[in-house]
């Protein structure tokens, strides 16, 4: 303030928002008198109260005075500029104003005063809920009934409302009334007149009379509907005195008179009602009052419930896409699986929370009942659990010849869980003896074919009966004989003993690439080996079959093998072992046998805790047919593994295969002659290759165009992978970065233990044990590579994904980094080292179990036929697949910007925010599906389905981009650096390579199927391409609407039912390219219906699609620029993504 | 409450986690404590101030359990070694009973039929004469054992699934009852009454059962469970596992141990909580009375037992803590 004089409105202007506005307007000075109070709020409102009670003392003595109003309106008046915020606590001026309104209510010579209706319109104006019933019960109550102030008001009100008629009909009755000032009432008439010329009130707005007349049949209730509180239905006025000093006319105050109580209608009859006037309607009640339904009565508290907070939120929420995290199999699982435990039941009582980590105790998420105890997690923990305690004794024992062990079981092996386990790949001694042992005890099931509980108690049976030596011989060769029973099933004609040979052969995997033996094994071989010809052979070609067959693992049976065994028993021992001990290539080194002994003990020890490892974590879409487990357990139809071509195919694995011309193969009438291929075969494979190979071969000559010949099939068959697996050419082993391990890994537990840890750490702020983090080491003929694991990524349906760091880029980059830029050494480095072209420090790793090769060879496919395309960019890398017995290992390029899964739920949660609206923007929509449906297009040109296209499979693939590069105008051909931003298909372990069909071919699906799968699979009709259009109507579905697909099938016009045609349930915002979108989906879900337009009649739909595309890409160019613009939509979704991680 | 004057750490306590401990039936001071740091620790309590360590017998792994036999001067041990040995206190050096095929979580020593029970995780126990060690019987149980207890003729094996059989030890042949456990979750312990008429067993989710042996409708209807061993954190009720349990020899009540480090004493007839001690910084990995029931000694140790995933024990939570009873104390309700 400058000066007394003087006032400074920077104050005011500091707090103009906080000013309540007056009719009357405000001195400036008095408000910034008290604004400037503010300064020190406590005295002010020492200041405030003081005056207050002032104020309240004065009011009690105002009954004496003349003019008791005069007080009220000096303290409404003085409360106000007080507080030039209106009402708060502090002011109270609601109380103020209803307390100064009550007071009077009933006196007659203040109903006609203007400073009481001014009260009464400030209190309606600022605080009535229904300011239109305050002015009628003012008008029951005779208020400013003489007043124009309240006609007014009242019809201001009411034509603000928009009930313009009973705003007119209000200003008559004013009219009607005489209410002064005449002139200024008539003056504000003719200016509704006028308006009411120039804006003529609507047809419909409310004609009833805007105070409505009495309705004696209607008497009793309430007015106006709105005034249910209140006084209503109180007894018959008492109090109120006919009105006798104002003249007026009698018409308008029965106009004004409302009510009239049913109880006094028989005394008071209509003309009465000018004594009762208020009847009904004594009071309109204080605001808290009229509220009191809102607020809850306080209570004793016994027995009163209290609804949790928890179950709403449960039904709060919507999300309604499906997030594939495999968490199926937890539901399954008993009340024990949460940590907290359900607490809908007592909804009174606490939410409870178990201290211990119950998932680590039931770990084992497929058999719940089967648990660990604290001391079992810590032994296992400290790697103290299942050593083979007998087996180090007997050792020391041994070494020591000190202590003389009088019971030597064999059993349970070595673990150590930290030190990252060297794979070898190791001929195993005896690959039949532990196994055949255990099998022996295992009644029945040696292929554990569904995965009950039972199974795995009989599993854990067979883990935990003490040894019988003596449980041999017959009872085994049994077992073998079961085993082997599914070979039948592949057309091989084999008899019983070849079929047992075989399996024991299984064990005995010689592979190129590791073709290891030691001496130990040798004189083992020699002193049991004898010899027979016939088996021999039987051997070689088995042998010759499932040498580069890809382990299915599904193996329960761990070889057991102790060097100091001597058991005399050994009955069902192949003969022909040593004449097939090959030599081995040159390039490798043999194993020191204690390393390998000790390593091997290992792998058994691992698989010692079978309900560490679940046996198979099947996906849902495989159905547990009894065939196909058996195969993958026993890797059938090794009889029609064709030879490797050629040694250099194992580093460049499509040189030849042109040669070969294997793809396309329906185009190929056979195969090459099979006479070629031995000639082909390197020397030091003589040994296996010589005639058993030819025979299987000659066998397989008969194969003609492609390998699965049935015109009807479940693709994801696994016996029919295997099939598959066995004719490639050239042969999967070939391809660059597989490798195949004939030993067990058995990491699998070990690392998902660990990633378990680490999500549960992730919470808190410890990060202890990160040192420990697992290093899976791929021991191969070229040097090998090693991952440390980082994290989980995910759960596929399949197999969990890890984030690995590759050690030997981390290596290579530390190291050029230490070395600084100028050294040359270190661009070596980085530049020759050959392992880490192309390789990123993180990346993802899939882990399999049952291992299987099939998505590594259809995306190796993928990027292959695709070569260097746009779309290929679209189609995950597949760096290395370690193929072991038990799992497998499938190394993969790293993205870390999420699914469209996510950007989905990013849209979803921001519902309510702005203009969002809870799905994604459009142009991104069509940006996304043009993308989708480019790569998918691509792959069916090339004869490749996905098979499981779903928005959490699709990887947003948003690269870095410079500003400068990256135009905001789309690009359809992808130059402006819009080529770097698309997405990223993965998960193809349901893909589908249709050039190893006929043509012709049709699957069937017989997984269990729901509404996210195509509408031939739901309705048991065969499908090819189907598969893969739905997937995209589906993705794009829950990109537009932001929730799952429907369709509805709709047989058209025709009587008798048409084709069926699909269509989305969900309809298309007005705004949207409704043309576009409805033409994409139709073609997706009606493919069969576009054939027509295809040169060749048949699927894949590829024209009709591609005309969608070209239509959406067209539209995207036109229009990428509006609104915020296609750009800015994905640097917002970078941003977004690039937060969550 | 209690006061820190009448208890007392034992010092040189073991350097791992502690799996058990035990008092010596016949001698008031001697107490047995097996570790997971491979040793079986026995202490005198009464010997000095804090008592002192008398005697560690070193095992090839860590040690799950420990028991006395007939005598101070038998001491049996069990662990992750697979073995069940006889202990010499005078010498330190082990003598091999019997060996299970996979880890031993639990023995117990029968003075009625002067024999040794083992229960493993191979899923069997054994009777073990100590004498005699060669005429061993091995019963094949169909779980995992986690907990053993006996009292007069009766065993009581605690399985995993849930499962607890009861046997009649002069006929192991087959169980005498099968029953399934009266709690929700894995058990943790069982222990006999002193009485021989029943057993507590605890789970890792914060219950205690008290059941008992008589298969009779009526004595069945007895049996009950209760909770205990819960605490409110941040409006949670946070369920430990009560990883302990001991009677007390004289007056029958008995204490329970949880994760959450506390102790608690129970009238297991009158359903009271007779006692409830102090916090312990660690969780309770162990409890025993001694023979004349004025001590009881507390071991704490943290680990899985308080959610601690790592299983990696700090060694400062590794504690014996001995504690004095005062006249009554542990006395139940209406008990003169």
Request: hydrophobic residues 30%.
């Amino acid at each position: 303030m400058a000066d007394d004089d003087t006032t400074s409105f920077d104050q005011i202007e500091l707090h103009k928002e906080n000013i309540q506005p007056l009719a009357s307007g405000r001195s400036a000075r008095a408000l910034v008198a008290s604004l400037s109070s503010r300064s020190n709020p406590v005295l002010a409102r020492a200041e405030h109260a003081a005056k207050q009670a002032e104020f309240e003392e004065e009011l009690r003595g105002s009954l004496d005075l003349d003019d008791p109003l005069e007080v009220w309106v000096r303290y409404v008046s003085w409360t106000q500029e007080t507080f030039p915020s209106g009402h708060s606590t502090d002011s109270g001026l609601l109380q103020l104003l209803e307390r100064a309104t009550q007071t009077f209510i009933h006196e007659q010579h203040y109903k006609n005063d203007p400073r009481y209706l001014r009260l009464w319109i400030q209190y309606i104006q600022n605080f009535s809920d229904a300011p239109r019933e305050a002015f009628a019960y003012l008008a029951r109550h005779d208020i400013g009934q003489r007043l124009a102030l309240f006609y007014e008001e009242y019809a201001a009100l009411l034509e603000k409302m928009g009930r313009k008629r009973q705003a007119g009909e209000i200003y008559q009755t004013g009219m009607e009334n005489n209410a002064r000032p005449t002139d200024r009432l008539l003056r504000k008439f003719e200016e509704y007149m006028q308006r009411l010329e120039h804006d003529p009130p609507a047809g419909d707005e409310p004609s009833s009379p805007a105070l409505p007349a009495i309705r004696p049949a209607l008497a009793a209730k309430p007015f106006g509907g709105g005034l249910s509180s209140g006084g209503l239905g109180t007894s018959p006025a008492t109090q109120q005195q006919p009105q006798a000093p104002q003249p007026k006319p009698k018409q308008a105050k029965q106009k004004m008179a409302i009510f009239s109580d049913a109880d006094a209608a028989p005394s008071s009859k209509a003309p009465n009602t000018i004594e009762k006037p208020t009847s009904g309607w004594e009071n309109i009640g204080t605001l808290e009052q009229r509220k009191k339904e809102n607020t809850i009565e306080a209570r004793p508290w016994a027995g009163e419930v209290l609804k949790q907070e928890g179950v709403k939120a449960k039904s709060a929420e919507k999300m309604m896409i499906f997030r594939d995290e495999s968490s199926l199999p937890k539901q399954n699982v008993p009340h024990v699986q949460q940590n907290v435990l359900p607490t809908s039941l007592p909804s009174n009582k606490r939410p409870e929370r178990v201290a211990v980590n119950l998932e680590l105790i039931y770990a084992d998420e497929e058999n719940p009942t089967e648990e660990l105890s604290f001391d079992e997690l810590r032994a296992i923990k400290r790697g103290q659990y299942g050593i083979d305690w007998n087996r180090i004794r007997e050792e020391q024992a041994e070494e020591a010849r000190e202590r003389r062990r009088k019971n030597t079981h064999r059993g349970e092996v070595a673990e150590e869980s930290r030190t990252p386990i060297k794979v070898k790949t190791v001929l195993s001694p005896s690959p039949n003896r532990g196994k055949i042992k255990r099998k022996g005890q295992a009644p029945a099931s040696p292929t554990m074919t569904f995965h009950t509980r039972a199974a795995t108690d009989e599993i854990y049976d067979i883990f935990n009966q003490p040894m019988k030596k003596t449980s041999m011989t017959g009872e085994d060769r049994d077992e073998d004989r079961k085993e082997s029973g599914p070979e039948g099933g592949d057309g091989e004609d084999d008899d019983e003993d070849a079929g047992s040979v075989k399996s024991e052969w299984s064990d005995f995997t010689l592979r190129r690439d590791v073709p290891p033996r030691d001496s130990e094994e040798e004189e083992e071989e020699e002193v049991e080996g004898s010899p027979e010809v016939e088996s021999a052979k039987a051997g070689f070609e088995k042998l010759a079959i499932h040498q580069d067959e890809p382990k299915a693992g599904g193996r329960t049976a761990i070889h057991r093998d102790e060097p100091s065994d001597e058991e005399p028993d050994l009955p069902s021992r192949p003969a022909p072992h040593k004449i097939l001990i090959p030599s081995p290539p040159d390039d490798f080194d043999p194993p020191r046998l204690p390393y390998h002994a000790a390593k091997e003990t290992q792998f058994q020890g691992q698989s010692r805790l079978p309900y560490m490892t679940p046996i198979a974590e099947k996906t849902e879409s495989l159905p547990p047919t009894t065939a196909r487990r058996k195969d993958v357990a026993k890797t059938p139809s090794r009889s029609r593994m064709p030879d490797i071509v050629d040694d250099n195919l194992m580093s460049s694995p499509f040189e030849e295969s042109t040669n070969n011309s294997v793809f396309p193969p329906p185009l190929v009438p056979s195969q090459p002659a099979p006479s070629a291929a031995p000639a082909r075969v390197p020397k030091e494979r003589r040994p296996f290759s010589a005639r058993p190979v030819a025979a299987a071969r000659a066998k397989e000559a008969t194969q003609k165009g492609p390998i699965i010949q049935d015109l009807q099939c479940n693709p994801m068959d696994e016996s029919l992978r295997a099939n598959i697996f066995d004719k490639l050419q050239p042969p999967l082993k070939t391809y660059e970065g597989f490798y195949e391990h004939t030993t067990k890994f058995g990491r699998g537990a070990e690392i998902k233990r660990f990633t378990k840890a680490m999500s549960k750490r992730d919470g808190e702020k410890t990060t202890a044990n990160i040192s420990q983090a697992p290093i899976v080491e791929f021991v191969t003929g070229d040097g090998g590579s090693s991952y440390t694991i980082k994290r989980e990524l995910g759960k596929g349906a399949f197999a969990p994904v890890y984030l690995v760091e590759n050690n030997i880029v981390a290596d290579a980059e530390d190291e050029a980094e230490e070395a600084g830029p100028d050294d040359e050494n270190a661009a070596d480095l980085l530049s020759l080292n050959k392992k880490i072209i192309g390789r990123a420090r993180f990346e993802a790793m899939k882990m399999e179990h049952p291992p299987s090769p099939w998505e590594f060879y259809i995306m190796r496919q993928a990027h292959r036929r695709l070569g260097v395309s746009r779309p290929v960019e679209s189609i995950l890398k597949a760096h290395e697949m370690h193929l072991f017995t038990d799992e497998g290992y499938l190394l993969l390029e790293y993205r870390d910007q999420g699914t469209i899964l996510d950007l989905v739920n990013i849209a979803r949660a921001e519902v309510g925010t702005g203009t969002n609206t809870g799905v994604m923007d459009e142009q991104l929509v069509m940006f996304l599906s043009i993308e989708l449906l480019r790569t998918v297009e691509a792959m069916h040109s090339k004869g490749l389905l996905h098979g499981d296209l779903k928005a959490d499979n699709c990887l947003i693939r948003f690269e870095n981009t410079p500003d400068n590069t990256w135009s905001a105008r789309y690009r359809r051909d992808g130059s402006n650096g819009w080529f770097k931003k698309g997405i990223t298909l993965i998960d193809f372990g349901r893909g589908i390579d249709m050039k190893l069909f006929q043509p012709t071919v049709q699957f069937i699906a017989d997984w269990k199927t729901d509404n996210q799968d195509c509408a031939e699979m739901r309705e048991l009709r065969p499908w090819t391409y189907q598969v893969d259009y739905f997937g995209l109507a589906a993705i794009i579905h829950s990109m537009l609407f932001g929730k799952y697909i429907e369709t509805t099938a709709d047989r058209g016009n025709i009587l008798g039912g048409g084709t069926k045609k699909y269509k989305i349930t969900s309809s298309f915002k007005r705004y949207w390219q409704t043309e576009i979108w409805s033409s994409m989906f139709d073609v997706l879900l009606n493919p069969l219906q576009y054939v027509m337009d295809e040169e060749s009649t048949c699927m894949p739909v590829s024209k009709s699609v591609r005309k969608c595309r070209e239509e959406m890409e067209a539209w995207l160019e036109a229009n990428c620029e509006k609104g915020v613009g296609l750009k800015n939509l994905i640097r917002r979704m970078e941003g977004v993504l690039g937060k969550r991680r | 409450m209690s006061q820190p004057a009448n208890q007392f750490e034992l010092s040189s306590p073991p350097e791992d986690v502690i799996s058990s401990l035990t008092f010596s039936p016949n001698n008031p001071s001697r107490l047995l404590v097996s570790s997971w740091d491979k040793n079986v620790h026995l202490y005198d309590t009464n010997a000095g101030l804090n008592g002192s360590k008398l005697t560690a017998f070193p095992h090839a792994a860590s040690v799950l359990d420990c028991c006395f036999g007939e005598t101070d001067g038998s001491v049996f041990s069990a662990g992750l070694d697979w073995q069940v040995q006889q202990l010499d206190p005078e010498t330190g050096k082990g003598n091999t009973l019997a060996t299970h095929e996979s880890a031993v979580k639990s023995i117990c020593y029968n003075t009625e039929t002067k024999s040794l029970l083992s229960g493993s995780w191979d899923q069997s126990i054994k009777q073990i004469d100590p004498r005699s060690p060669e005429s061993t019987g091995s019963h094949a149980q169909p779980h995992k054992i986690f907990s053993l207890s006996t009292i007069s003729h009766k065993l009581v094996v605690a399985m995993s699934s849930r499962s607890v059989y009861l046997y009649d030890l002069r006929n192991m042949s087959s169980p005498w009852q099968r029953r399934e456990s009266s709690l929700k979750f894995m058990t943790r312990t069982v222990r006999c009454m002193p009485n021989a008429q029943g057993y507590a067993s605890s789970s890792i989710e914060g219950r205690v059962a008290v059941e008992f042996f008589d298969p009779s409708d009526e004595s069945q209807k007895r049996k009950y469970a209760f909770k205990c061993h819960r605490s409110t954190e941040g409006g949670v009720d946070v369920i430990y596992p009560v990883n302990a349990l001991a009677f007390h020899p004289i007056y029958g009540t008995f204490a329970s141990g949880g994760g959450d480090g506390v102790v608690s004493l129970w009238d297991g007839m009158a359903k009271r909580r007779l006692r409830q001690y102090q916090r312990y910084p660690a969780s309770i990995a162990g409890l025993s009375f001694s023979n004349n029931g004025k001590h009881l000694a507390i071991g704490t140790s943290s680990g899985f037992e308080d959610g601690n995933d790592d299983g990696v024990c700090p060694p400062e939570s590794v504690k014996i803590i001995v504690r004095e009873l005062q006249e009554g104390e542990g006395k139940g309700k209406g008990q003169s």
